[in-house]
């Protein structure tokens, strides 16, 4: 999520005008249009549950929780996007030209946390039948 928030997410031309959307900002023409700080805040705070939900790793629950939280912001950070675009498309003409990398890493990441809380489920159970054995 950290990549997200430090690369482009996309560049659009907005009215015959180059412009480059970021976390951190909409640009227009180089210069500074809209700041968009919850995308940021966003990233990085699905960054912060990412990585305290590795030490959480005898809490298995939490840890499910923690991911699942984290599953959330980066929905969000998505649909944060999404609103971006929208309130700049009724504004304007707004045309796509291409897509950045840093769209791409929350999907990734939300792909990659799934499949993290799948094999820590898989752990629980593992742990829970081993426990009635004994």
């Not at 919850?38 to 790793?57: D, E, N, Q, R, T």
């Not at 991911?67 to 969000?76: C, E």
């Not at 791409?104 to 094999?119: E, G, S």
Request: glycine share 8%; charged share 15%; hydrophobic share 55%.
């Amino acid at each position: 999520m950290l990549i997200a928030c430090a690369t482009s997410l996309g560049s659009f031309t907005y009215n015959g005008d180059r412009m480059l959307v970021e976390a951190v900002g909409v640009y227009l023409n180089g210069e500074l249009h809209h700041f968009t700080w919850g995308l940021v805040g966003l990233g990085v705070i699905s960054a912060i549950f990412s990585f305290v939900s590795i030490f959480f790793f005898r809490k298995r629950k939490l840890q499910i929780r923690l991911s699942m939280f984290n599953i959330g912001f980066m929905v969000a950070f998505y649909l944060y996007f999404g609103y971006l675009l929208y309130k700049l498309n009724t504004t304007g003409n707004l045309q796509f030209v291409r897509i950045g990398p840093g769209i791409v890493m929350p999907a990734v990441a939300i792909l990659f946390t799934v499949l993290a809380i799948r094999k820590i489920s898989a752990d629980e159970a593992l742990v829970r039948s081993l426990d009635r054995l004994r």
